[in-house]
């Protein structure tokens, strides 16, 4: 932390060790197995999801946490004098945002920012958000500079399954159908906050992917080279490689190429072998 200004965010973030790597507080959400609750990436992981999957067929659920939770994690940093710019995943998809927001209200120098976004998306805007303070700015400047940036956010997955999305009411019975009779690889976007299905593929998820990551590449062709994300729920390594391979091929330096593995609260939603790349879409045209 510097400049007393704390950078916070939702664990859903999925930053992994860059949480801790770049002072980024971590904010865990709730993750339920059965009547079990959890902390996201405090006492749970994806593989004891799928473990739990696997011997029920029964889902996960999720859950923002309180208002009063909000307000203890905030006060934490303000007693000791700080200020704290907290980023939350979309409102559209989440309480998270409001919570915050209401126990935000109850200082003068909290401040919550919708992200509009989800997993490393929100992550983006946590580590741009972690570079401002670095650099020396103070809250409300930050606050501005991320409300500006979170438009272009670019954040879009590939799913390889539908059964997590339509269990989990997410998608119809049809469409579930059809996923599994013509093997149909949906890609998700976020979009005004909101998850939207942008394109489907046909066939083999791992001779999709590169199709997924092209086409993205030339729909959103601005792209800010200091990070792109690689996010995934344990795909298989060569369907990562193969992405990694074609981010280089675009121009990305490979120490710009961030792999994280998504956390319990999103691998909740979409199920194993999901893969996105997630970058903020500012940059100079390509």
Known sequence: MKNNVCIT??????????????????????????????????????LKIFDYYDKTQTLPKTAARSTEDFYEYFKSFTDNGNSVVHIAISSQISATYEYASLAAKRFENVFVVDGRSLSSGTGLLALAAADLRDSGLDAEHIVATLEARKKEVQASFMINTLEFLYKGGRCSGLSAFF??????????????????VARKFLGNFNKNIVKYVDHTLEKYDRPDMTRVFITHTHADRAAVDAVRDRLIAFGFKPENIIETIAGSTITSHCGKSTLGILYINDGAKK
Do not use: C, H, W
């Open 9 to 46: 965010t939702d664990s859903a973030s999925d930053l992994n060790d860059l949480f801790k790597a770049r002072d980024i507080g971590e904010f865990p959400l709730y993750v339920m197995l059965g009547n079990e609750q959890y902390l996201d990436d405090v006492d749970i992981d994806p």
């Open 179 to 196: 996923g599994k009779a013509f093997s149909i690889k949906p890609t998700l976007q976020l979009i005004d906050g909101k998850i939207t």
